[in-house]
């Protein structure tokens, strides 16, 4: 919608050429057959819903967003965790948030996403198998996640959520976007701190970095179309 807005405001008024080709049918349905894109909103069904007891999710924040942006979380889905703190740059016990040491960055969030890994897995508070990581403008159904990891198991390490590449055409490599939520089994967290690799600057793009190291790891990156950024 904002760059149709942009384009209409700075173009001259361009107008968008509609093509019903480019469709959001799902792939399975009569009209998929005239388009050249499909979408697929559907779950997979791989048994039992993993436990809410066994996802811990962790919420990226700062000081300045926390009476906009953490009230929409606390009256949508934060509902359905079990487990969630909240991260931020100011120890807010209203909220509450926890002030992780790692000073606030316009962009990038590697050094607080790093020291989430950190306090996930050495906690000894925290004993779930899955860790998500989201931004304190993510919404994402909990329910719903509960019911796709069980087609994972946590005892392998699982990168997931929506893949996008970096130069893949020349030695790049795949990397979860952070702002549709990023998804860890425990078992990836313990080789992603077990290694040596690690931000190169507090304000480095966490979920590139985190590509990185997967590539160098050897952990695949697991695309999903059910998360988005």
Not at 98 to 106: S, T
Request: hydrophobic share 35%; aromatic share 10%; with cysteine.
């Amino acid at each position: 919608m904002r760059i149709a807005l942009y384009i209409w405001q700075k173009v001259d008024a361009l107008e968008l050429t509609l093509v019903p080709e480019f469709c959001t049918e799902d792939p399975n349905s009569r009209k998929a057959a005239e388009c050249a894109t499909t979408f697929t909103n559907t779950l997979p069904v791989c048994g039992k819903p993993v436990k809410k007891e066994e996802i811990f999710v962790a919420v990226k924040t700062c000081k300045r967003f926390h009476k906009d942006r953490i009230p929409v979380v606390k009256q949508t889905w934060e509902k359905n965790a079990v487990h969630l703190e909240y991260y931020s740059d100011y120890a807010d016990p209203a909220i509450p948030t926890i002030d992780l040491g790692v000073p606030n960055v316009e962009r990038g969030h590697c050094g607080k996403t790093f020291a989430i890994l950190e306090r996930f897995l050495k906690s000894d508070l925290i004993q779930a198998q899955w860790l998500v990581v989201v931004d304190d403008d993510t919404l994402i159904s909990l329910p719903r996640l509960q019911k796709l990891l069980s087609c994972y198991d946590c005892n392998e390490p699982i990168f997931l959520g929506e893949r996008y590449g970096y130069g893949l055409g020349s030695r790049g490599y795949s990397y979860i976007t952070g702002g549709g939520g990023m998804v860890f089994s425990r078992a990836a967290v313990k080789e992603f701190i077990g290694s040596k690799c690690r931000c190169y600057s507090n304000d480095a793009p966490d979920d590139m970095v985190l590509g990185m190291c997967a590539s160098g790891l050897g952990i695949s990156v697991t695309h999903s179309p059910l998360f988005h950024q």
